[in-house]
């Protein structure tokens, strides 16, 4: 234990002392998983450009740098990075999840992005970043929404969903839509979920009126991460 708190105070000290007062950036480390074996802790760091922007990340395995992976065009912007280890692929060894925020992205696209590093049986490239299908391929080829008066009628995956709007108190609620800016990841029981809030448009308010959140399941299928279950669920009604 007195050997693990060393090694990463040692870390710290060098990545928070070594930035250049001529240099635009400085080297941080933007958060970490810990582990009581020394060798099996993992830290996200990257460059601090300016108030809540990161760029050009490194994935370090061990207080000493056992593992490091470079990862140049990552970025992130404001609020916490989420980040977790777990075995979502089903091969027994553990795999990293990251989730950074992104605010510069387009209108309708996800303002959190998703990195997967699977682990593999071999001690010379423990890592490496996994393909993942795109949440917006996802929706755009197995989601569809229609309305019809206060019916809203949601297919997901084959599978057809009904949500009364009249048992909402929206003023004018109508136009629903899936809000891909406010896609989050999660991981649940070891396996890796995408989930993306339903709204409606309505009058009495800037923000859209919850009706449900389609959840979606991935999996590993040898190449990439894609999605094999979706469920849409209803958000309960005031009436």
């Given at each position: 234990?007195r050997?693990?708190i060393f090694?990463m105070?040692?870390?710290l000290?060098?990545?928070?002392?070594s930035?250049?007062n001529?240099l635009?950036?400085e080297r941080?480390?933007?958060?970490?998983?810990?582990s009581?074996i020394?060798?099996?802790?993992?830290?996200?760091?990257?460059?601090?450009?300016?108030w809540?922007?990161?760029?050009?990340?490194?994935?370090q395995i061990g207080?000493?740098?056992?593992y490091?992976y470079n990862?140049?065009?990552?970025?992130?912007?404001k609020y916490?990075p989420?980040?977790?280890?777990?075995?979502?692929n089903?091969?027994?060894?553990?795999?990293i999840?990251?989730?950074l925020n992104n605010d510069?992205?387009v209108?309708?696209?996800?303002?959190?992005d998703i990195?997967?590093?699977?682990?593999f049986?071999?001690?010379e490239?423990?890592?490496?970043?996994?393909?993942m299908?795109?949440i917006?391929?996802?929706i755009i080829?197995?989601?569809?929404?229609?309305?019809i008066?206060?019916?809203?009628?949601?297919?997901?995956?084959?599978m057809?969903?009904?949500?009364?709007l009249?048992k909402f108190?929206?003023?004018?609620?109508r136009?629903?839509?899936?809000?891909?800016?406010?896609v989050?990841y999660s991981i649940?029981?070891?396996k890796l979920?995408?989930?993306?809030p339903v709204?409606?448009?309505?009058d009495?308010?800037?923000?859209?009126g919850?009706i449900?959140?389609?959840?979606v399941?991935?999996?590993?299928?040898?190449?990439?991460?894609?999605?094999?279950?979706?469920?849409f669920?209803k958000?309960k009604s005031e009436?």
């Amino acid at each position: 234990m007195r050997r693990h708190i060393f090694n990463m105070g040692i870390i710290l000290m060098m990545l928070f002392t070594s930035s250049n007062n001529s240099l635009a950036s400085e080297r941080v480390v933007l958060s970490s998983i810990p582990s009581d074996i020394w060798h099996q802790t993992v830290y996200l760091i990257a460059d601090k450009k300016k108030w809540m922007e990161y760029e050009n990340f490194t994935v370090q395995i061990g207080d000493m740098g056992q593992y490091v992976y470079n990862f140049p065009n990552w970025y992130h912007g404001k609020y916490d990075p989420y980040m977790a280890k777990a075995d979502i692929n089903d091969d027994t060894l553990d795999d990293i999840i990251i989730v950074l925020n992104n605010d510069k992205a387009v209108i309708d696209q996800p303002l959190k992005d998703i990195h997967v590093l699977n682990q593999f049986q071999d001690p010379e490239r423990r890592y490496e970043e996994a393909p993942m299908e795109p949440i917006s391929t996802v929706i755009i080829n197995k989601v569809a929404i229609k309305q019809i008066k206060n019916i809203i009628g949601i297919q997901v995956d084959g599978m057809n969903y009904t949500i009364d709007l009249s048992k909402f108190s929206y003023v004018n609620p109508r136009t629903p839509y899936l809000s891909m800016e406010l896609v989050d990841y999660s991981i649940e029981d070891g396996k890796l979920y995408a989930t993306v809030p339903v709204f409606v448009l309505r009058d009495d308010s800037v923000k859209g009126g919850l009706i449900g959140k389609l959840k979606v399941r991935y999996e590993w299928d040898g190449k990439e991460y894609v999605a094999r279950k979706l469920n849409f669920i209803k958000s309960k009604s005031e009436n």
